[in-house]
Each structure stands twice: as C-alpha cells, then as structure tokens.
C-alpha cells in the first residue's frame, strides 16, 4: 500500500454558502444545512482507509472549530480568490507537510458520504497522474486527484467534468460509489442524498435517518 492520501475540502463561510438551499430549506436553516454537510463529509473523510490528512480551506470561525474537531486541519482561506485558488493553496499546503503523498480535492457538501465508497474511488484514482470523478449529474465534479509530482490542477465550478477532461484528467467510473458523487446545491439534491442516507448531523437537522450501517 502507497503513501496515504491527503484530501483537501474547501468551504464557504457559512453566511453565503449553499445559496441555493434557502428557497427549499429556509434561510434560517441554510447555514447549519451548510455546516452539518461539512461536518458529515469530513467525518466521513477521515474515517477512510487510506487517508492520512483532511486539510479544510475556510475563513468561517465556527465551522472551521467544528471540523478542526473531526480530526481536519484546518486553513484560513489566504488567497481569497475564489474555490479554485482556495483548492490549489490547500494542495500546496498538504504537500508541504507530505510532498510524497497523493493529494485529493473532494467537495465539503457530501452529505452521504461513506467511508468504503470513497476508498474505492481512491483506489481507482491511485492508478492515473490526475483523476476525477463526476457528480450525480454528470455535469460537474466532486473529487479531483493528483500523484506525487503532479499539479492538482482545479477546475470546479459548473460544467467542470468537460474541463478536467480537457486538461488531461482521467474520468475515473466506478460502480456503487452514488455517496461520493451526490453533492447538495438545491432542494432536489437533498432529497436525493436522504434518500441515500446522510451523516447523522444532517439527519439531526433534517429529521431523516441515518446512513445504514
């Protein structure tokens, strides 16, 4: 088995992030929605065979306590310039601590996150200099890989798959990983991450089950 992987997850502060959610969940909910995502991704995150560091980027105070909690290391976000640069700076900080390692970005919303499903889309990255994978409707993307010596190389954001392919990144399919792929922008994607089953922060907040063990 190769060096540990370093994963990097960025987050908004939580007065401005998941903006889509307000007209479904309420604007009073949408930040704590926001932060239980995070939490339950991070969770999920470090749990993972394979995983050696879960570096977080966000300037929120209060989500930055609460995931340093969760075993992340957490980052203020120095270049302030966006998700991209948030990502690339947070890469470069993981490999100043581990230059040897695989490095990984992975989205802060994954509400569903399962530790074995994400080991596996590890393993199959493990295999390419850059890889990604695609979200739920295949449009965009919520992990994005780099080996030893490779440029990470982000590119997220709206129609961001067309764009890691074009920059050599290799799509990476593997079945029964739906939890790594399920990211939550709107009402719709929530109800479809229930109905995979969350972490239990934002079953707690949404009243729905857990994730089946």
Same mark, same amino acid.
């Given at each position: 088995?190769?060096?540990?992987?370093?994963?990097?997850?960025?987050?908004?502060?939580?007065?401005?992030?998941?903006?889509?959610?307000?007209?479904?969940?309420?604007?009073?909910?949408?930040?704590?929605?926001?932060?239980?995502?995070?939490?339950?991704?991070?969770?999920?995150?470090?749990?993972?065979?394979?995983?050696?560091?879960?570096?977080?980027?966000?300037?929120? $105070?209060?989500?930055?306590?609460?995931?340093?909690?969760?075993?992340?290391?957490?980052?203020?976000?120095?270049?302030?310039? !966006?998700?991209?640069a948030?990502?690339?700076?947070?890469?470069?900080?993981?490999?100043?601590?581990?230059?040897?390692? $695989?490095?990984?970005?992975?989205?802060?919303?994954?509400?569903?996150?399962?530790?074995?499903?994400?080991?596996?889309?590890?393993?199959?990255?493990?295999?390419?200099?850059?890889?990604?994978?695609?979200?739920?409707?295949?449009?965009?993307t919520?992990?994005?890989?780099?080996? $030893? !010596?490779?440029?990470?190389?982000?590119?997220?954001?709206?129609?961001?798959?067309?764009?890691?392919?074009?920059?050599?990144?290799?799509?990476?399919?593997?079945?029964?990983?739906?939890?790594?792929?399920?990211?939550?922008?709107?009402?719709?994607?929530?109800?479809?991450a229930?109905?995979?089953?969350?972490?239990?922060?934002?079953?707690?907040?949404?009243?729905?089950?857990?994730?089946?063990?």
């Amino acid at each position: 088995m190769g060096t540990a992987w370093s994963l990097v997850i960025p987050l908004k502060p939580l007065a401005v992030a998941k903006s889509r959610l307000a007209e479904a969940a309420g604007e009073e909910l949408r930040p704590g929605l926001a932060l239980a995502f995070a939490q339950d991704t991070v969770a999920a995150a470090a749990a993972t065979p394979g995983v050696g560091d879960v570096v977080v980027v966000t300037d929120d $105070p209060l989500a930055g306590a609460e995931l340093a909690e969760l075993g992340a290391r957490v980052l203020p976000d120095a270049p302030r310039a !966006g998700l991209n640069a948030a990502l690339a700076y947070g890469a470069r900080a993981a490999r100043d601590r581990r230059p040897d390692a $695989p490095v990984a970005a992975l989205n802060a919303d994954l509400p569903a996150l399962r530790a074995p499903e994400l080991a596996r889309v590890l393993s199959a990255a493990a295999l390419f200099p850059r890889a990604f994978l695609a979200d739920a409707e295949g449009v965009g993307t919520t992990f994005l890989s780099a080996a $030893p !010596g490779a440029e990470l190389g982000p590119a997220f954001g709206g129609p961001s798959r067309n764009r890691h392919r074009r920059s050599g990144a290799v799509e990476i399919t593997v079945p029964g990983v739906d939890s790594v792929r399920r990211d939550v922008d709107t009402g719709e994607d929530l109800r479809a991450a229930l109905r995979l089953g969350v972490g239990f922060r934002t079953a707690a907040l949404t009243g729905r089950p857990l994730i089946a063990e």
